[in-house]
């Protein structure tokens, strides 16, 4: 059977230009006229090690509409078919009895698309950009999980203002090296020293 995806956002009037194979990148964001924020977090025992929703949804939205993507509530997005659901799931599993967690990240964004088969086409919600990972950290450190979650929201912002500004963001410019130092005939330190573990650690 010739399934197809294509994006509810395409308002071209030729089906040849609209029909438009959906994959993990950020084309998927053109048109997108906002997004409503959903944030879980499935063990309530993070709370008392730092880690709140209400907080870490309330960072997420002013991260976003500073950099001039719209917010909207629930009801708003229910009247825009061309808005997204900007999903924010975290799931720490906590052994206290061990001092640590493994933590899983994961943002996604949902869009109203069209599944186009041989006799039908039929309207639904699915993911059409996602970034995860998993992390170990200590259990003073779950406090921090937000600041790696606003760094995969940088990604998302970056990718809608590359395909929704009409240019591409640029990198910016690698410093030139310095100078080398003129050799010393000093001992060279001890590398060799035992180091700490970080606290927060991507796998």
Known sequence: MDVGVQLKTDNSDSPEESRTTVAFTKDTLRG??????????????????GLTLRDLKSRIETQLQQNNI????????????????????????????????????????????????????????????ERRTVALCDLESIREIPQNVTGFIDHFIKDY??????????????????????????????????????????I
């Open 32 to 49: 997108l006229e906002g997004v409503w924020v959903v944030v879980t977090r499935r063990e309530s025992r993070a709370e008392k090690y």
């Open 70 to 129: 719209h917010v909207m509530s629930k009801s708003q997005h229910g009247k825009s078919p061309n808005s997204g659901i900007l999903c924010v799931d975290i799931l720490p599993l906590i052994s206290e009895e061990m001092g640590f967690s493994a933590v899983s990240i994961n943002i996604a964004l949902m869009q109203n698309v069209m599944l186009t088969g041989e006799n039908a086409t039929k309207m639904c919600q699915a993911t059409t950009w």
């Open 161 to 202: 203002t590359a395909v929704n500004a009409g240019e591409q963001v640029q990198e910016p410019a690698a410093e030139p090296s310095p100078p080398e130092a003129e050799k010393s005939n000093e001992p060279e330190p001890n590398t060799h020293e035992p180091k700490n573990p970080p606290k927060f650690m991507m």
